[in-house]
């Protein structure tokens, strides 16, 4: 099954940064799904965007649904130590299978 | 309370051994998912169901089996004929009408 790419893998920051990542695929998606995983816990969904060119916030974050529709972004402004986790991606074309980036993993510095 | 719940969290078994994982929802979602999660790759569909009494195969539906018999349940046996059991699992459900999805607290297999 097809996987998105996911970028960068992790990512190391100071509290209080900025962070971006981003996922991309060769194929079009209708639908893009932003997760953040704990360890040992299921993913919590973040941010859902529906439409090309959509930007969506909660919070700190921040997600856009790229124009060309094979990607999307997620930023989180000012991070802190609770932010750490696993943030991945999911994109869903038509019909049922979502597909799942491969995360990246993000540690905040105090 | 609402959710989806995934039990035991922790699930030791002999090789060899058949093995059954529960999941259960009281969210009324009409879609239920298994995956399997391995360090350094994405979620694995193994098998979703959109409605009672049916159920399809996913990317790695191999070693696996599931039923669908109520709407809130929908557990995953990992049979012994799965090459390599131990892993990360998530139960997920989608509500009707929706292009969102939402995961239980996942399961962690271990075969010794």
């Known amino acids: 099954g097809q996987q998105l790419n996911q970028s960068p893998q992790s990512m190391f920051i100071q509290e209080g940064e900025d962070v971006s990542m981003n996922c991309t695929s060769s194929?079009?998606?209708?639908?893009w799904l932003w997760y953040k995983q704990d360890p040992g816990e299921g993913p919590v969904l973040l941010i859902a965007?529906?439409?090309?060119?959509e930007l969506t916030s909660n919070g700190r974050l921040t997600a856009q649904f790229g124009t060309t529709r094979k990607d999307s972004f997620l930023n989180i402004s000012a991070s802190i130590p609770s932010d750490v986790g696993i943030y991945f991606c999911?994109?869903?074309?038509?019909?049922?299978?979502?597909?799942f980036g491969t995360g990246t993993s993000l540690t905040v510095i105090p | 309370d609402g959710g989806i719940t995934q039990s035991p969290k922790y699930l030791f078994r002999k090789e060899g051994q058949n093995v059954t994982l529960s999941c259960e929802q009281n969210?009324?979602?009409?879609?239920m998912y298994w995956y399997r999660q391995d360090p350094g790759q994405g979620l694995r569909l193994i098998y979703y169901?959109?409605?009672?009494?049916?159920?399809q195969k996913g990317d790695i539906a191999e070693g696996y089996s599931v039923s669908r018999e109520k709407k809130e349940s929908f557990p995953l046996t990992v049979t012994s004929a799965q090459k390599n059991p131990t892993a990360f699992y998530l139960c997920?459900?989608?509500?009707?009408?929706?292009?969102?999805?939402?995961f239980g607290p996942g399961t962690r297999l271990t075969v010794l």
């Open positions: 997920a459900s989608r509500p009707r009408g929706t292009d969102t999805q939402y």
């Open positions: 194929s079009i998606f209708n639908t």
């Open positions: 965007l529906y439409k090309a060119g």
């Open positions: 999911a994109g869903l074309r038509t019909g049922n299978q979502f597909y």
């Open positions: 969210l009324n979602h009409d879609a």
């Open positions: 169901s959109q409605i009672v009494n049916d159920f």
